[in-house]
């Protein structure tokens, strides 16, 4: 028979992942009230798998993120978020096995790890789902407007990294505490 300890740290683990689970589909429900959030309320739930991660492993923020997306995907009105999520949730598990590449190496993976899912994401939005609001507003693009959306849509990951690095120092910080 399990010890006392164990039940009450198995429970605290499962109550832990199943609030950060419940807040993260909130926010991305939230994300589909909002219009102008279809990129920044995913970034938020992606912060909420920060505690998941660095107390419990990489598996275990795993399990939230697959929770979330599959939550994400029935309850969100905005697919384009609810897919966002899906396809960019789990980097913040993998981002502790990218700070062992070498430097000059790691911050072009980080760009591919961004825009070959987004790229996917898209044609999937725009050919098999056959959304036409995602569809228009691409089709107004010229190149140079494409470009600069990729740019800054790298940008924007890039600085969604080094906030999930600065929020990862500042948990491990107070939970030493």
């Known amino acids: 028979m399990a010890s006392r300890a164990n039940l009450q740290r198995q429970s605290r683990k499962m109550a832990l992942c199943g609030l950060l ?14 219009p102008l959030a279809t990129a920044a309320c995913p ?13 419990y492993g990489p598996k275990y923020a795993l399990l939230v993120y697959a929770a979330v997306s599959l939550l994400a995907l029935i ?10 999520y899906a396809f960019l949730g789990w980097y913040p598990a993998l981002r502790p096995k990218l700070a062992r ?16 899912p987004m790229t996917v994401m898209y044609l999937l939005l725009i050919f098999l789902f056959q959304l036409e609001a995602v569809a228009e ?14 740019l800054l849509g790298n940008a924007a990951f890039l600085m969604q990294d080094v906030l999930l690095q600065r ?11």
């Open 167 to 177: 929020m990862s120092a500042l948990y491990v910080r107070r939970r030493r505490r």
């Open 137 to 150: 507003e691409f089709a107004g693009y010229s190149g140079f407007m494409f470009a600069a959306l990729v």
């Open 101 to 116: 590449l070498p430097r000059l190496l790691r911050i072009p993976v980080k760009c591919a790890l961004f825009t070959l």
């Open 75 to 84: 309850l969100c009105a905005d697919k384009e978020l609810a897919l966002f």
């Open 43 to 55: 970034m938020l739930a992606m912060l909420c798998l920060l505690p998941v991660l660095l107390d």
């Open 21 to 34: 689970t419940a807040l993260s589909a909130a926010f991305l429900a939230a994300g589909s009230l909002l």
